[in-house]
């Protein structure tokens, strides 16, 4: 099972605008996403509740996890979005 590990750049962490950004993108890939807080604690990517309960902030950790056929290109679309501050005007 293919894994990356992250560091959010979201100045609000995976809070509000940055977690609804990721969960639709990651109901948009073809394959279902696990995110990892660095305390373990896992969500499921496409459920904006198990997300934001994560309470995964600015500067944090996370692992994306997924499998299945298109699951590497699938943590590669989803590990660049939280590379970026989604907090801003743009989403970036």
Do not use: N
């Not at 605008?17 to 990651?26: D, G, T």
């Not at 509740?49 to 944090?60: E, F, I, P, Q, W």
């Amino acid at each position: 099972m293919p894994e990356r590990t992250v560091i959010v750049k979201s100045r609000s962490g995976l809070h509000a605008r940055p977690a609804a950004l990721f969960v639709k993108a990651a109901t948009g890939q073809p394959v279902p996403v696990k995110l990892r807080a660095k305390d373990g604690r896992v969500a499921d990517g496409r459920s904006i509740l198990t997300v934001l309960a994560l309470r995964v902030r600015c500067g944090d950790p996370v692992t994306l996890s997924a499998e299945g056929e298109g699951a590497e290109a699938a943590i590669d679309a989803l590990a660049a979005l939280l590379e970026q501050d989604l907090d801003g005007p743009d989403g970036e």
